[in-house]
């Protein structure tokens, strides 16, 4: 008759209950002995057990359990005598319930419960099954969206959702993209939105088939879609809307002359789309980066993609090897790498400029290879100049999310995945397992390294904190 689903964003009224007088009229003397109204009722439904069944002790889960109150009214039982229904805290503590028809009572669902229909003459036992929430006690309350379906219309369930048939296709894969950067929480955040029962995971985590994994050998756009969405689950998701998929490939922040402009041809709905970008200190974010391409712990495919070009380096000479590079490209005119020092008149004219936007692309076409890790050490955190063009590509508020790695470890995962949910319109759901995931334990860098990338950083820091101010930003990396 009612139904709503698991984290109680919509409540479906089936014709049988809204277009149906003598139905509401057999209910309301229910309604009027628990006084309640009947928009406050998210699930009505008739629950037949056959005879010699039982439903063993369980206890109910999702989130409207907590919202709701559950009422059980015998409607159809020979003999009550028969039908043992049990309740309570625990297993061992559970106490039988009277099942006489017209005895309405509530049972906390969240505890434990079992019913057996051990009726001898064949019958079903039939209860009305009610849930509603309390009233709602300030407008700020969240209010269940209500729906009344049509005759003949078909929903479609998984063990969390519940969509329409009509709806399908309504959300385009991938929902959202984490951009990056790298060695800065991507993976935790990626593993953490998984949890979330709405949430499915892409066919692998880093599908880089914007950049490493991009086709060149297919002709047509169409081909090159089809390759794209076959790193996601969005056949299977297009009947399934209130679900979700995206895609968590940390190069991409950094490489935003290839991926962008792929990105809006494969995803149509790229307007539409959600991103993350995770940040941390980039003096810690540099140096966790060469100890991961480094390192020759790990798969042959994770050593293979993490590239050779550094293992005989130190991590000062893959610094200065960046450096150089930027400077040969034209991108840090205002950094003298023999002296170490900053020309902040240079910096401040040439920043945010039309010629730093083309070194940039200079820098992304000559020193950013596919199908390796080790490259771009020093830039990669340089979050400002990485986030600029997909802010100039995506301009629709609400698109981007920003996050410290720092500000999840200071404040809790819990509140940084309020915002993330937040973001991507998910319902709260608590993250079970928030241990830090793709860490590493290495040495701290040299004191003259660290005051090093310190000074060359900080102008850059600050030219994020004024990008991203307007959405609450502190620059705490000083």
């Given at each position: ?13 089936m ?7 003598a ?11 628990l ?12 629950a037949?057990?056959?005879?010699h ?7 109910d ?15 159809v039982?020979d ?12 297993e ?17 669902n ?6 057996s ?8 036992r ?5 849930d509603y929430v ?22 479609l369930?998984t ?9 399908k ?11 990056g ?7 935790s ?6 949890q979330?029962p709405l ?8 599908t880089?088939c914007?950049d ?13 879609k ?7 689950l ?14 968590s490939?940390p ?5 935003s002359l ?33 100890e ?8 042959p ?5 993490r590239?050779?070009?550094w293992?005989?380096?130190s ?6 090897l960046?450096f ?15 002296k ?8 401040e ?6 010629e ?13 290879p ?18 600029r ?6 301009p629709?508020?609400?698109a ?6 720092e500000?999840?470890?200071?404040g ?7 915002k993330v ?13 928030d ?25 850059h ?12 930003w ?5």
């Open positions: 008759l009612i139904f709503c689903d698991d984290f109680l964003q919509t409540v479906y009224e014709p049988w209950w809204h277009s149906n007088p139905m509401k009229e057999a209910v309301q003397p229910i309604l009027d002995s006084k309640i109204k009947p928009g406050r009722i998210v699930r009505l439904i008739m037949a057990l056959p005879p069944t039982t439903i063993p002790v369980h206890h889960t999702g989130a409207w359990v907590s919202k709701t109150h559950r009422v059980h009214v015998p409607i039982v003999n009550p005598d028969q039908i043992l229904f049990r309740c309570g805290p625990t061992s503590s559970m106490q039988r319930v009277n099942c006489t028809p017209g005895h309405v009572f509530e049972m906390n969240q505890a434990k419960h079992a019913v229909n051990c009726q001898e003459n064949q019958k079903y039939v209860h009305l099954i009610l309390d009233a709602k006690k300030s407008k700020t309350d969240g209010t269940p969206h209500r729906i009344k379906l049509k005759p003949g219309e078909i929903l369930q063990r969390r959702s519940i969509d329409r048939a009509i709806d296709g309504k959300r385009p894969s991938p929902t959202f993209l984490i951009l950067a790298q060695k800065a929480g991507t993976t955040i990626y593993e953490y939105l998984n979330h949430v499915v995971k892409a066919r692998r985590r880093e880089h914007l490493w994994r991009w086709k060149h050998t297919l002709n047509t756009r169409k081909e090159r089809e390759h794209c969405l076959s790193f996601f969005a056949k299977e998701l297009k009947s399934h809307p209130s679900c979700m998929t995206g895609d490939t190069s991409y922040l950094l490489d290839r991926c962008i402009p792929r990105l809006k041809e494969v995803f149509v709905h790229h307007q539409q789309m959600k991103f993350i970008v995770m940040t941390r200190d980039p003096v810690k974010r540099a140096k966790s980066h060469y991961m391409v480094t390192s020759l712990d790990g798969t495919e994770q050593i293979k993609n590239g050779k070009e293992i005989q380096m991590f000062e000479e893959v610094v200065v960046d150089r590079n930027m400077k040969e490209s034209g991108l840090i005119p205002y950094w003298d790498i023999e170490q020092t900053m020309d902040m008149s240079v910096f004219s040439f920043v945010g400029s039309k730093e936007d083309y070194a940039f692309q200079i820098y992304l076409k000559n020193h950013i596919m199908g390796s890790g080790s490259h771009s050490l020093v830039s990669r955190g340089m979050y400002e100049l990485q986030l063009p997909w802010i100039r590509a995506f629709n508020d609400g981007f999310l920003v996050l410290k790695l500000d999840m470890k200071d809790g995962v819990a509140e940084t995945m309020k949910y937040e973001h991507l319109e998910l319902p709260y759901h608590k993250v079970e397992d241990s830090a995931k793709n860490t590493r334990s290495y040495d701290e860098m040299k004191p003259g390294t660290k005051e090093l990338l310190q000074r060359f950083y900080a102008p820091n600050a030219r994020l904190e004024g990008l991203l101010k307007s959405h609450g502190i620059n705490t990396w000083r």
